[in-house]
């Protein structure tokens, strides 16, 4: 993939450092999808609470992970269209499918790997607002997955790789650019917890692993579609293997 790095302290029309203003519009893209989210969210969320709807049910559950992502997909789409960029999705090749193979077994190795080690350590898990609905009914992750593999991961994938990543590469280079896209994207899953500690610096660590995969190989491949291939097949092998757990399979 192409890249352009700046080295410019300002550009010529004296606004700000042409590296500042990439992580803040980065930041900012990534923080006007959240408070959209946070806004549908309330406004999907708030009939079905005022129907009857339990607030940990699985039925809004759905409703505001689809008001989410509705809301990235909005993000991203606009700031594509504002800047008449593109990214390049295509039908996988047989070196993309190589990446999508290897970036699947990176992503789970890496993620059960450190869960593994931080209960060998003691650490406590953390609880998400995912926990409480899965509980009640566990067949909710097999619909999870399916929803990873046909929107979570085309629209997450679109906003941080595509568009996040993608405008700071502009700036800074791949490398950065696919180490700050990952942080930003390990981020925003700190949202989804409801108690906090030791266990959310695993979490972190966790998924900023598995963007930084996402993020290399989107790079090394010059497709989007390999990314959120890599991205599905990871939610869904750990939705999957949650559920087996549960069900005592």
Do not use: C, K
Request: no cysteine; net charge neutral; aromatic share 6%.
């Amino acid at each position: 993939m192409s890249q352009t790095v700046s080295t410019s302290p300002t550009d010529q029309s004296g606004r700000l450092p042409s590296r500042v203003r990439a992580v803040l519009v980065a930041t900012g893209l990534v923080a006007a999808a959240v408070l959209l989210s946070l806004v549908v969210g309330v406004a999907v969320a708030l009939p079905l609470l005022l129907g009857g709807f339990d607030p940990t049910s699985g039925v809004v559950l759905v409703a505001s992970l689809l008001a989410t992502q509705l809301s990235f997909a909005v993000v991203a789409a606009l700031y594509l269209w504002r800047r008449e960029w593109s990214v390049a999705w295509s039908v996988p090749t047989g070196r993309d499918l190589l990446w999508v193979a290897g970036g699947v077994v990176v992503t789970v190795t890496a993620a059960l790997g450190l869960l593994a080690l931080s209960e060998r350590l003691g650490v406590e898990p953390v609880e998400s607002v995912v926990e409480a609905p899965v509980l009640a009914d566990p067949t909710l992750l097999l619909a999870l997955a399916g929803l990873s593999l046909v929107l979570v991961a085309p629209v997450e994938e679109l906003l941080f790789r595509g568009v996040v990543q993608g405008r700071l590469r502009r700036t800074f280079g791949a490398p950065v650019a696919v180490g700050v896209a990952s942080l930003l994207f390990a981020s925003i899953h700190l949202l989804n917890l409801v108690t906090v500690g030791v266990g959310a610096v695993v979490m972190v660590a966790v998924i900023f692993v598995v963007g930084a995969v996402l993020g290399v190989a989107y790079e090394r491949t010059d497709n989007l579609l390999v990314p959120v291939l890599v991205h599905g097949v990871y939610n869904t092998t750990l939705f999957v293997l949650t559920y087996l757990s549960l069900a005592g399979v």
